[in-house]
């Protein structure tokens, strides 16, 4: 039997085609995924889908009822988590769950058998607001809101990104066990992992669907979007040692970033509890750790936006405890949603990061000429960032944050929800950086990443649990891969991820 049915749908927003001619079939009981580059119409199609938009042209049936004039009894039946988080930051978890089931006319206690399996998890976090969640407790909390009224189809818009690796396995644990409960799931997801636990995926690109099959089928046939062929690099930078796995000698001249018994405590908690490395000058570090490891902390004390309980660091040669304001102005940030004004054009973005980090007028004038020529965006300085497709957004934001050429730039997930072409584009960036010198400092939760750093740290419970070359630590945990180490590390945590 069919559960959700596609038929022409066509949607734009002005002058942007968002779906054309949309046509497929989902049926009761499957797991299928929704797969392609940001801006491909996924999250249209799922705002459709759930009634919250109205198609130009075409129709679609959820659970057979039509999504344009029978909307309230499709909101009876499904559940939805959209891309952004979706639940009330200031309210707790148990007030969030509450919303949700009033907001569908039932009661939590009703809907309970449903979510017992996923809400015993966090149930006793109830008393905690959820913008003080880990991602994986964020998750479990949305999955169990999304599924209190006790929907027959669940509807995912990319729920995994930014989670870390052994927590995105545990989400698709529980999915497959909604599955069993007979519940349709259509989810979109940038992991290719993911991808493949799926039993069938539509492949969307500008608003089209270029493909429909079984995912290793569509993985294969669109292989130079999911599966682009591996980052050369020529080799390392000279002063990285790829084959060692011990801490860096900290008293180097050489060294951008010094770390000693690091601590940060909040009470009693200590999220980072007594770390110490060093990074080189043009080294790519990678700092990984699952949510709640510590990781974020930590990079809030090397950024100067927060500081140490006891213990001592340097940034490109300032103190973290003493010139934390110093430290903001001589290194480079990205976030993982780019950093960029969407409303500003190109030049103006890059002028306004530029002030901020103190350039003068005539260097700003000449080196912004020169990026958007190097960039091939010369004739887009006058655009709209928001205007601009996805890899030009990412290339710019890099661009801008290592535009004063910082000693030091810190990536923060600056690849999340991105496709695997698009990142191998970004990835060359970041090469291009470190052979000129600049030491790059990034956290991601994809492993095939982890594989491109010089060395890795992963932190375990506020602790560096391991520090090397993927190589070193392949070798030393005898794991295939860094997705493997890292899973073998993360699940030795002893404190929850809260």
Not at 32 to 48: E, H, M, Q, V
Not at 118 to 133: H, N, T, V
Not at 247 to 271: M, P, R, T, Y
Not at 433 to 461: K, L, N
């Amino acid at each position: 039997m069919t559960s959700v049915e596609v038929n022409h749908i066509s949607k734009s927003y002005g002058k942007v085609q968002a779906l054309q001619d949309v046509t497929f079939s989902v049926e009761k009981g499957e797991v299928f995924g929704l797969i392609g580059p940001d801006g491909a119409g996924k999250s249209t199609l799922f705002r459709l889908l759930t009634t919250l938009l109205v198609p130009d042209a075409g129709s679609a049936k959820v659970e057979g009822f039509d999504t344009v004039s029978q909307m309230q009894e499709i909101r009876r039946q499904v559940g939805y988590m959209p891309g952004k988080f979706s639940l009330y930051q200031d309210l707790t978890v148990e007030e969030n769950l509450t919303f949700f089931a009033t907001l569908f006319g039932t009661t939590v206690a009703e809907g309970y058998d449903t979510i017992k399996a996923i809400y015993s998890q966090i149930e006793r976090f109830k008393d905690r607001r959820a913008g003080a969640l880990s991602g994986g407790m964020k998750q479990k909390l949305a999955l169990s809101c999304a599924l209190v009224h006790k929907p027959s189809v669940l509807f995912l818009d990319e729920p995994t990104t930014g989670v870390d690796p052994v927590s995105r396995k545990e989400f698709w644990e529980m999915l497959g066990t909604l599955k069993e409960q007979g519940i349709t799931i259509i989810a979109a997801t940038p992991y290719l992992d993911e991808v493949r636990r799926c039993e069938r995926v539509a492949f969307l690109e500008q608003g089209h669907l270029r493909g429909i099959g079984a995912p290793e089928e569509i993985l294969e046939r669109f292989k130079d979007v999911f599966n682009p062929p591996a980052i050369e690099r020529s080799e390392a930078h000279p002063s990285v040692n790829n084959s060692q796995s011990s801490i860096v000698n900290s008293q180097s001249s050489d060294n951008v970033i010094e770390v000693n018994h690091l601590v940060k405590a909040f009470g009693s908690f200590h999220a980072v509890d007594d770390i110490s490395f060093s990074v080189k000058r043009g080294e790519i570090f990678g700092f990984l750790g699952a949510n709640g490891a510590g990781k974020t902390t930590a990079m809030h004390m090397l950024t100067g936006l927060n500081q140490p309980t006891s213990g001592t660091g340097t940034v490109v040669g300032y103190d973290i405890c003493t010139q934390y304001e110093e430290i903001k102005k001589h290194i480079g940030y990205m976030s993982q949603r780019f950093s960029l004004y969407e409303d500003l054009t190109v030049r103006e973005n890059i002028r306004l990061f530029a002030g901020i980090y103190g350039m003068k007028d005539g260097e700003i004038k000449r080196k912004t000429d020169e990026l958007l020529e190097r960039l091939n965006f010369t004739e887009h300085g006058d655009d709209i960032v928001k205007s601009l497709p996805l890899g030009w957004k990412q290339k710019l934001a890099f661009s801008v944050s290592i535009f004063h050429e910082p000693g030091v730039v810190f990536l923060d997930e600056p690849t999340g929800g991105v496709d695997p072409a698009t990142r191998r584009q970004f990835w060359e960036l970041i090469y291009e950086a470190a052979a000129r010198g600049i030491t790059v400092f990034v956290t991601t939760h994809y492993m095939d990443e982890a594989e491109y750093c010089d060395r890795i740290s992963i932190m375990v419970d506020g602790k560096i649990k391991a520090i090397g070359s993927p190589e070193a630590l392949k070798r030393t945990y005898g794991q295939p891969d860094m997705d493997h180490v890292f899973t073998y590390l993360a699940r030795q945590a002893t404190r929850s991820s809260d």
